[in-house]
């Protein structure tokens, strides 16, 4: 979350103190300022070691004192000190409410470095709100104002602040202005000051990484991570080392892994989630370079899981989404569940200004959508790419660092004026100085070198500016060429980048295009193919219709005329021959029920739901019931069980029945057998059907056509088999059909 800030020493306020008027100092005595400053001291110390309750007390306690003694910088001082804490503590409603008290009092007694400070905490207040457009005109009032013509530790911080809400906007030239100048004070002001130069260094270190320059950011990282650890801030080794990890990830796998366990390490030393997070953060980032995404996706879930809970950092929260996206991609995740991610990473960044993580979301989903062979929509997430892209690397980037390097130039040549009036002064006090010694005053003279020695340490000063400045401004055109490298390759990375796409598209189009004529001819021959399926079918229907016609007019029709026949020949003898009539009458009723059998045989040959084999063969058990068991011949079926799943079609079931009904009824009425034996099996692709009776047999060769044979034979022939009946006198008759199964 926050920095840690540092109010002004004890000394410091001192001088302060005696510059006031007479009137305000009468309101309070050194003992007062001695008390509030001593308080506040032990605030830090707690505030240091992260103990806010405590800080917080000693905070109040100043305060309350300072405003019982009428002692209103010390009263400021204290709400500056609580409000440091809010922020830290990411209380950042509190810290607004003190933050506008410490500008209202600044202003009252006209303190011109509280008032500064107070609009320097109200912009961190809203960089930390995510506000970035609110907090860049905050800073630079409290900079204008004060701090910028007053170096002091404010200025340091602020300038500090500041690089890193440009940063956030992606403005990399405003943002690396605003760090040096930061690094600049602390550096030449403030030395000793390890926390905030190692916070200046490792923001420098990442504009840096984003440029893509990663040899500097490593340098800055690594300079950071010096002043870290001399200050001993746990957390903050842990956010050190985990940049340097991710800096050396692509550059030098082995120092990336040792910096993560040492992030790792610190991290859990800390026990600060933030630094927690940001460690499996690392973590998954070095194991999604070094392709191993499963790892890379479980540390992602970690730091999603506490993020979601905490709800504190959405960009990161952002960033996560994406990459959590990036990895169910190669892992060939479903796409709603890649997806689900990009969505929620979209969602949170159209809620912040963000041009940094915007172009690399696009990017990200361009790819995915050019993976999944969605051209249209990676074409369009492409040009979002470009679009914030060229809006961070720009021509008006460029500009300002132009104008950065003219006020460098113009300020070099002040100083160097300002160097050669120093040095005509002190010439002039060196003059002034050997005259007091000649007159023997060597009060003057002491005086004299006081000044002479003050205006060359403020020359040294100035050389050491100059020095800097120099290098600044050396960086500065490196900086302003790599940009104009980087726009150049913009350019023709969208150039081949649309190029690429285009051919996707065409080679897409004439995919579609083929796909389609050939689901046109597909559509053309299926039509033809139905067209023929109609006609056969049609044609198997009249085949049906004739069939059953030409059934009725050769069974139905001839028992019909016999019937006929009889009944009028019976009617005739009715009254002369009784016994004739009787017996033509049974004759009458014999036919009657072969008729209805013949019957009931054409209209089950032709029910579709007789084509199992398995209902062939309980209409065969039916039909030798009523023909051989009603008259005491016995029946042995022998049947193979796979042989009943086979399914035949309504003419091949009429036929073969047929053919066993001849073959029974032969049998039943001209064998004289006891016995019947039925074989129905199937060997290799034919079905076989065998009727035997141990009957007295006849001479084929005199009778070849006797007792239906020749129907046997025919049907058999009709259904592409044969039939084979072999017979002798005194040795029974065997029927044998063999057809094709199909």
């Known amino acids: 979350m926050a920095f840690r800030r540092y109010i002004w020493c004890y000394t410091i306020f001192c001088s302060v103190f005696v510059l006031c008027s007479k009137k305000v100092a009468a309101q309070y005595s050194k003992t007062d300022s001695t008390t509030v400053f001593s308080t506040i001291d032990k605030a830090e110390e707690f505030f240091t070691n992260s103990n806010y309750d405590s800080a917080l007390f000693y905070c109040n306690k100043a305060e309350e004192y300072s405003r019982l003694h009428n002692f209103k910088k010390g009263q400021a001082y204290a709400q500056i000190e609580a409000t440091d804490i809010y922020i830290d503590k990411d209380d950042l409603v509190k810290a607004d409410i003190t933050a506008a008290a410490v500008n209202k009092l600044g202003l009252q007694i006209k303190d011109s470095l509280i008032t500064a400070v107070s609009w320097m905490q109200m912009a961190q207040i809203k960089m930390y709100s995510d506000k970035f457009d609110a907090a860049v005109p905050l800073f ?348 150049k390759l913009s350019q023709q990375e969208r150039e081949l980048k649309e190029k690429e796409l285009q051919v996707q598209k065409q080679l897409r189009n004439i995919i579609i295009g083929s796909g389609a004529a050939l689901l046109i001819l597909g559509g053309f021959i299926f039509n033809r193919y139905q067209l023929k399926k109609k006609l056969e079918q049609q044609n198997e229907l009249l085949s049906v219709r004739n069939n059953i016609a030409r059934d009725l007019h050769d069974e139905i029709g001839s028992t019909l005329t016999s019937i006929k026949i009889l009944s009028e020949v019976s009617r005739n003898n009715i009254e002369k021959d009784s016994k004739k009539s009787s017996r033509l009458l049974s004759q009458i009723t014999e036919q009657s029920a072969q008729m209805q059998q013949g019957m009931s045989d054409i209209i089950w040959a032709i029910k579709p739901d007789n084509d199992k084999l398995e209902n062939i063969l309980a209409r065969m058990r039916e039909y030798t019931n009523y023909a051989l068991e009603n008259k005491n011949i016995a029946v042995a079926f022998s049947v193979n069980e796979k042989l009943l799943t086979e399914s035949l079609s309504m003419q091949q079931r009429r036929d073969l029945f047929l053919i066993f009904k001849e073959a029974v009824n032969n049998a039943a009425k001209y064998s004289a057998a006891t016995k019947v034996d039925i074989v129905l099996q199937k060997e290799n692709d034919n079905i076989i059907l065998q009727v035997k009776d141990n009957g007295k047999g006849f001479n084929e060769v005199k009778n070849p056509g006797a007792n239906g044979l020749i129907n046997i034979r025919s049907r058999a022939a009709a259904l592409g088999g044969i039939a084979q009946i072999i017979a002798a006198p005194g040795e029974g008759t065997t029927v044998s059909v063999k057809i094709p199964a199909t």
């Not at 159209?350 to 995915?368: A, G, I, T, V």
């Not at 470009?386 to 003219?406: F, G, H, P, R």
Request: with cysteine; net charge positive; charged share 25%.
């Open 140 to 487: 630079e009032k409290s900079l204008q104002y004060y701090l910028e013509k007053y170096p002091t530790k404010y200025s340091a911080l602020a300038y500090n602040d500041l690089g890193y809400t440009w940063g956030r906007k992606g403005e990399l030239s405003k943002q690396a202005d605003a760090l040096l100048k930061s690094i600049r004070i602390y550096e030449n002001y403030f030395p000793d000051r390890h926390g905030e130069l190692a916070i200046a260094l490792s923001n420098l270190s990442t504009v840096y990484y984003g440029l893509n320059q990663k040899d500097k950011a490593i340098e800055y990282a690594k300079r950071s991570l010096v002043y870290r650890e001399k200050t001993g801030d746990i957390a903050r080794l842990s956010l050190g080392c985990c940049n340097i990890s991710q800096y050396y990830i692509g550059v030098n796998n082995d120092e990336a892994e040792k910096y993560l366990q040492q992030c790792v390490k610190y991290a859990l030393q800390s026990k600060q989630e933030a630094r927690i997070v940001h460690s499996y953060v690392t973590a998954a980032y070095l194991y999604n370079t070094n392709h191993k995404p499963g790892q890379a996706l479980e540390y992602e879930m970690k730091a999603i899981a506490m993020m979601e809970k905490s709800k504190k950092d959405s960009v990161m929260l952002a960033r996560r989404y994406m990459s959590a996206g990036s990895i169910c991609q190669q892992l060939k995740k479903d796409t709603a569940i890649t997806m689900a991610y990009y969505n929620k990473s979209l969602a949170i960044l159209k809620l912040l200004p963000d041009k940094f993580n915007l172009r690399d979301f696009y990017l990200q989903l361009s790819n995915y959508y050019k993976e999944i062979q969605n051209y249209d929509a990676a074409y369009n997430s492409y040009k979002q790419y470009i679009l914030y892209k060229d809006s961070i690397v720009s021509a008006n980037t460029q500009s300002s660092i132009a104008e950065i390097a003219t006020k460098y130039e113009t300020e070099k040549k002040d100083n160097e004026i300002s160097k050669l009036q120093i040095n005509q002064k002190i010439r002039q006090l060196e003059i002034e100085k050997q005259k007091a010694i000649i007159a023997g005053n060597l009060s003057e003279a002491k005086q004299k070198q006081n000044e002479i020695t003050l205006l060359s340490q403020q020359k040294e000063l100035q050389d050491a500016r100059i020095k800097q400045q120099g290098e600044l401004l050396e960086k500065q055109q490196l900086v302003s060429k790599n940009d104009q490298q980087q726009l």
